[in-house]
Structure formats: structure tokens, C-alpha cells
């Protein structure tokens, strides 16, 4: 591997061009015509223009970045996180066209992007699974049965994607029918994919996933868990590492599981398990597995000091894995914020923009990763995510403590952000408490839009 072409755009771009020269590898940027002046063009050793603004004839154009990457003699691809991270199809395309693809191969891919399936090799692993069909559903009378056999509330689920999407929850017998067409219809309009599975209702619950790292050669360790509770319209919001409160028990079972997930399909690269856990009994459930580096990476590197991304293009290279289980020592605690360019008092919608004025928090254990910078572009085509500021503390106390102050720092003019909002979650008692699941920001989100609105 000499030569890494960036299949992404934004912050994770430049975190891959940043860690391929941290190896001595070149990098090679593409991008929208929307993205002509952005950073990672400018970082990259050579830019390649993939077509207009839209994402899909631009960033989700498998063909033109085939060409991007042959055009500027890149031996290998890697697909950063979003747009087509998790396609099967794309990683198989690069493989196919004789380049390195920096990820899981492509058939363990196909496996978790079916969430059915992925559910079916988990419980073959013997890892903990919620209870529901064992598969997708043919219809709503047989999502109905299942209801019936494990009890309502059920979560009706799209079999062959994530993300949130294509998710519908039923605690009446007499709204399933509904509730079917609806999750099924939103299944085939977000994934081409309508097929649908029925699981229980876990709740209240708490998200935690666990990092593993697989070399494909049968060696996996994990990088203990991160708690993503935070969520709003199930996309994450706020992460940290260690999860807070969460039984040594419990830990430690996750982790197990996660290993044997890995282990079991024999995985390579970087991936993330992710588990719901009983808020009152800590007993956890199998959710999905994303087979990609993760938007919440950065809180696993500050405690553990390995970098992923370096891992990942380590392990794409053939390389077994360089660390041992007992060699993984987290330390302290990391918290990461999302920063989004997106108006709340508008319903969180997007604020497309040009940046005006950047002001960047600085001092010990602050990390932003971000592409940010007067002059620069906020397009309306794309994720609205500016940034993610990551802090690390000796304990959470700390951590918070240090989130506070840097995000107090952070000035962002030009554009709406979610930055106020922010601050006052990180001013919540309950959240100083670590005293929360998943339900509990979009109930504090709606209390405090309430209490903002006029009149």
C-alpha cells in the first residue's frame, strides 16, 4: 500500500489523509464541485473532482470514484464513515478493480448490513440477542404472531439497514398492521430493501457498543465500550468512554460477546458492536454491528492511545494486530460532542452557510476534529456535522468539567449550531450524573423547546 485515495469528504476526510501520512502514505482527496475549496482537497497530495454537489453524482458514484482512484494511480480505497462506508457492493467493486479496500471484506459487509442476518450470526456466537423473529417477517400477520409470542411493545425493524431509519414501535395489538406498512415502506425508501423483523421493546435502555479490532486471521481484542444513550431521532448526539455506571459485570460481558462476534466470522479491520442494556438489570441484547470506524472513534483513542484509523490501513496492508488484549489499558475518561450546523429553536433544521468566524478551543486533552475555518462552506447537500470536540479527563468529573470549558470556548459565527444546546446538557444535573438512557435527551430536548417558545 502506497498510495490511499479518500472516498469521503469533512472532518473524517482529513483524519484519514492525517493518519495516512502519519505512515508515510499519500493521499489522494476527491470531491464535489461544492467541495472545491474545502481542506481536505488542500491537505491531500492530490485532488480529484468526482462530479457536482448532490452526493449521489458525486461522493455515492461508485463508477467515478473507481476512476478518481485509477486516474490518480491510488492502490487503495478507504470509505471514511457515511455514503457508501457499509456497501457491500462498493467494497467488492474495489476489491474487483485490483485495489486495497481499507475495511471488512466485503462479504462480512453484506452480513451485518442485514440486520436479520446479523442477528442470526450473533445468536450463532452466542452472543445475547433481544427476543423476536428469527429473520425477517413475511407479512404483518406473521409480525403479529410474533408480537403475541413475545409480548408488546415491539419494535419493528428494517432488516437491511440502520442508522434509525425504517424503525417503528408498537404497544397496541391493533396498530401493528399499520405500523408494518409504515416501517416497511420506510425500509424500501431508505435502503431499497422492505423486508422487515420484529423484536421486543426494550425500555428504558441504555446504548453501549464495544470497539473491536480484527486482523482476519482469527485475532481480535476489544477496546472496552463507549456510551452512546445520548440520541436524538436515534442518531447520537453525545459519547464518552467508560460508560458511566455501568457494572464491572456488565463490562465485561459485553466485551466477551463483542470478541465472540468477531471471532466468529473470522471479522478484519475496525468494527463496532452495539448492544442495548437494561437500564435496571444491566441484562444486554445484541442490536447490530457497524463494520466501519466510527463518528464517535476519537473518545476510544484518548483513553486507550490507539490510533483506529492507523489500524485500519495497518490491517487493509495485511499486518497482523499489534496489540494484545492484556496490551489494552484504557485510562481516564473521554467525551466527545457532535457540533452540528443545524438551527434548534427551527427544529434542528440545516443552516447552510459560509463561516464567518472560527474560534477554536485549546489547552491539555482538547481534540476538535473538524474542517472548520473562516471563508469555508457549509453546503446543503451533505450531513450538517461541523465537528466533533472530544476532551479527555483523569475521571468523568473532569471530563465534563473540561468539555465545558472548551465548548464555552468554541465561537462559530455565520451559520446556526448546536452549541448553546450544548452547553446547557452539559449544565443538567442528570447528565453531571451520568443518569440517563435513551429516551431521556429527545424528552429534554422537547421540554426545553417548550419552555423556549414564546408566549
Not at 473524517?12 to 461544492?34: F, K, N
Not at 459485570?249 to 479491520?269: N, P, Q
Request: with cysteine; proline share 5%; hydrophobic share 45%.
Amino acid at each position: 500500500m502506497r498510495r490511499v485515495l479518500v472516498a469521503n469528504r469533512g472532518e473524517i476526510a482529513l483524519r484519514i489523509v492525517r493518519a495516512a501520512h502519519d505512515l508515510g502514505l499519500e493521499a489522494v482527496a476527491v470531491y464535489s464541485s461544492a467541495d472545491a475549496e474545502a481542506p481536505h482537497v488542500r491537505m491531500a497530495d492530490e485532488a480529484v473532482e468526482i462530479g457536482p454537489g448532490p452526493a449521489g453524482k458525486s461522493y455515492l458514484s461508485i463508477d467515478a470514484l473507481l476512476e478518481a482512484a485509477r486516474a490518480s494511480g491510488a492502490d487503495a480505497v478507504h470509505p471514511g464513515y457515511g455514503f457508501l462506508a457499509e456497501r457491500a457492493d462498493f467494497a467488492q467493486a474495489v476489491e474487483e478493480a485490483g485495489l486495497t479496500f481499507i475495511g471488512p471484506k466485503p462479504e462480512h459487509i453484506a452480513l451485518m448490513g442485514d440486520k436479520a442476518r446479523a442477528r442470526a450470526a450473533a445468536e450463532d456466537a452466542g452472543v445475547p440477542t433481544i427476543p423476536g423473529s428469527h429473520g425477517a417477517v413475511a407479512d404483518a400477520a406473521e409480525a403479529a404472531r410474533v408480537a403475541q409470542e413475545i409480548g408488546l411493545p415491539v419494535a419493528l425493524k428494517a432488516a437491511g439497514g440502520g442508522g434509525g431509519r425504517g424503525i417503528r414501535i408498537v404497544g397496541e395489538a391493533g396498530d401493528l398492521e399499520a405500523q408494518y406498512a409504515l416501517a416497511s415502506r420506510e425500509a424500501a425508501g431508505a435502503f431499497d430493501d422492505a423486508r422487515v423483523y420484529v423484536e421486543r421493546f426494550v425500555s428504558p435502555a441504555r446504548h453501549v457498543e464495544v470497539q473491536v479490532l480484527g486482523d482476519g486471521r482469527g485475532g481480535c481484542v476489544h477496546l472496552y465500550e463507549r456510551e452512546c444513550s445520548l440520541q436524538r431521532r436515534r442518531q447520537k448526539v453525545v459519547e464518552e468512554t467508560p460508560a458511566p455506571g455501568l457494572g464491572e459485570r456488565a463490562r465485561k460481558g459485553l466485551c466477551r460477546a463483542a470478541v465472540a462476534l468477531c471471532e466468529a466470522i473470522d471479522y478484519r479491520s475496525a468494527g463496532t458492536v452495539e448492544f442495548l442494556v437494561d437500564a435496571a438489570t444491566e441484562e444486554f441484547f445484541f442490536i447490530e454491528m457497524n463494520t466501519r470506524i466510527q463518528v464517535e472513534h476519537p473518545v476510544t483513542e484518548l483513553v486507550t492511545g490507539i490510533d483506529l484509523v492507523a489500524e485500519q490501513l495497518r490491517l487493509a496492508a495485511g499486518e497482523p494486530l499489534r496489540v494484545a488484549q492484556d496490551d489494552v489499558a484504557p485510562r481516564g475518561c473521554a467525551v466527545e460532542l457532535r457540533v452540528n450546523a443545524e438551527d434548534p429553536a427551527k427544529g434542528f433544521a440545516p443552516s447552510p452557510g459560509t463561516i464567518e468566524r472560527v474560534v477554536l478551543p485549546t489547552g491539555p486533552w482538547v481534540r476538535l476534529d473538524t474542517w472548520l475555518e473562516p471563508g469555508g462552506r457549509v453546503p446543503p447537500f451533505y450531513d450538517s456535522l461541523l465537528g466533533k470536540l472530544v476532551v479527555w479527563g483523569h475521571d468523568r468529573q473532569a471530563a465534563v468539567a473540561r468539555a465545558r470549558r472548551a465548548l464555552h470556548e468554541l465561537e462559530v459565527e455565520g451559520v446556526k449550531t448546536t452549541i448553546p444546546l450544548l452547553e446547557r446538557l452539559l449544565r443538567e444535573d442528570w447528565f453531571a450524573a451520568g443518569d440517563f438512557h435513551t429516551g431521556t435527551l429527545e424528552a429534554w430536548i422537547e421540554e426545553a423547546t417548550k419552555e423556549a417558545a414564546p408566549g
